[in-house]
C-alpha cells in the first residue's frame, strides 16, 4: 500500500467541507459510515456498507495504528473521523463535497417567480 500525501493546504480545505457535516464530538463505527457515505452519494458514488468501519476499526485504519475492536471498542472524536475521511477519499481520488451529486449533463430551468 503506497504512502498518500495531503498537503496542508488540502487538507484545511477538506477540513472546512467536513466542519459541514461532521457536527458531533464523538462518532461511532456506524457514525463514521454516515459521515463517509454522505461523501460518497456526493460524488455520485455507491454508499458502503456500515460493516466495513467495522473492519477499518479492527484493522487500525480509521485511527492509524490503533485497532479498535473488542476491549478496546470505543467512538472516534471528530479529528479522527474527518482525518479519516480526507484519508479514505485521497487514496480513492474522491473530492472531498457534501450535499447533492452534479451532473454536468443535467439542464438548468431558467424559472421566473
Partial sequence: ???????????????????TVVTEEQYSAYGVHTVLNQVL??????????????NYARNGLIVPGEKIFGATLREFTKSEVMEFVIRYC??????????????PNQLELELEI
Fill in 90 to 103: 485521497t487514496r480513492n481520488e474522491i473530492k472531498i463535497v457534501v450535499g447533492e451529486p452534479t451532473n
Fill in 41 to 54: 452519494v456526493a460524488n455520485g458514488l455507491d454508499k458502503i456498507r456500515s460493516q466495513m468501519m467495522y
Fill in 1 to 19: 500500500m503506497k504512502k498518500i500525501e495531503i498537503t496542508e493546504e488540502a487538507r484545511q480545505a477538506y477540513l472546512e467541507v467536513l466542519e
